[in-house]
């Protein structure tokens, strides 16, 4: 992977529209882009894209910041970056930036069958939690189970 990677946090609405059309490139949802906007805006949603030395958008993420907790949302690299190092920069950025801000912790959910993924956050120093069983629904009567993964961003000093 090239050095020359950067990220940013969206803010304009250009970035905004970026977003939408990457996170609709990578993720099956139906979201239209005036709902999807209204949804990043709230004061609560931090939203980040990731580029490639092209200055081409590959990679979003989105979390929720609520006191000094943090929750993904959605992290996502679009198919031809998979597996070339991209989704662990872009996340490993993201949590050095939340340290700084001395956020405490940051927890995800991830289904079970996305082996590529928990094994991405294992690396990053994720722990699994627990279990939700069949939280996704994925097509009639099919289910997938969610793991709950946490990483502690602050270590607090027990003397």
Do not use: H
Not at 10 to 29: A, E, S
Not at 131 to 137: L, T
């Amino acid at each position: 992977m090239n050095k020359k990677n950067y990220f940013c946090e969206v803010t304009t609405y250009r970035q905004k529209k970026i977003l939408f059309d990457i996170y609709q490139n990578i993720f099956q949802d139906n979201w239209c882009q005036k709902s999807f906007i209204d949804y990043i805006n709230n004061s609560w949603v931090n939203s980040f894209l990731l580029f490639n030395e092209l200055k081409s958008p590959i990679g979003v993420c989105m979390l929720s910041n609520i006191l000094n907790e943090l929750e993904i949302i959605k992290f996502g690299i679009k198919n031809q970056y998979r597996n070339q190092g991209f989704g662990f920069f872009f996340l490993n950025e993201i949590i050095n930036l939340y340290k700084k801000k001395k956020k405490e912790n940051i927890f995800l959910e991830v289904s079970t069958k996305n082996v590529f993924a928990i094994r991405l956050y294992l690396k990053l120093g994720f722990e699994k939690l627990t279990i939700r069983d069949k939280y996704y629904k994925k097509s009639t009567n099919k289910f997938e189970d969610a793991l709950i993964m946490k990483k502690k961003l602050i270590f607090f000093d027990s003397n």
